[in-house]
């Protein structure tokens, strides 16, 4: 064993547990194999979290949530920075396809990871006329929205190749469209989000 490597931690663990979700998904992410990565035995993992996978995942989600948030540079114009945002966090999540739906099934963790940003674009939305509960909502709409656009594009680049096997006009109109990639739908989906809020305000 190299003597020369560098010690176990809570967060080399947790960078560790990440590159196997990366490459194998979810269902690849044991203790063993996370132990495997980092040339170790798996019982060494637990005096760094102590929670076990629970707390392995939990902090997978933190780390990715939390690269993005750093990243990221508010303006405090709403539009402008919810505009960012979403697509900040698209380029975020793309990066790690396999954590997005373990980001949606522990959203306490990705709003813990995130409360500067939430905070900001609170703000911003106040300051721009938004009462606070429409703010509150509007951010969490956006980010959810973002989430599940996420979530659903790999599916749909897999379903554009099915396009021809229809004999439906519509059918082969709608996964033609699919084929053509999600930029565009995407595009189209957060404008169609802004423009709403923006309607919103000025009711």
Known sequence: MSTDRAPLSRDRVVEAALAVIDRQGIQGCSMRAVAGELGVEAMSLYHHVP???AEMLDGVVAVV???FVEGLHLTGDW???MDAFARAYRAALKSHPNVVAMIAARPSVAYRSSTTLVGALFTAMEDGGFPRDDALRAVRVLSRWTIGF???EASALEDGEQAA???????VEVFSDIARGEDDVFEFGLEALLDGLEARLSA
Do not use: A, I, S
């Open 165 to 171: 096997e229809f004999d439906e006009p519509l059918l």
């Open 65 to 67: 949530q939390t690269e």
């Open 51 to 53: 929670g076990g996978k």
């Open 79 to 81: 539009r402008v920075d």
């Open 150 to 152: 996420t979530l659903g």
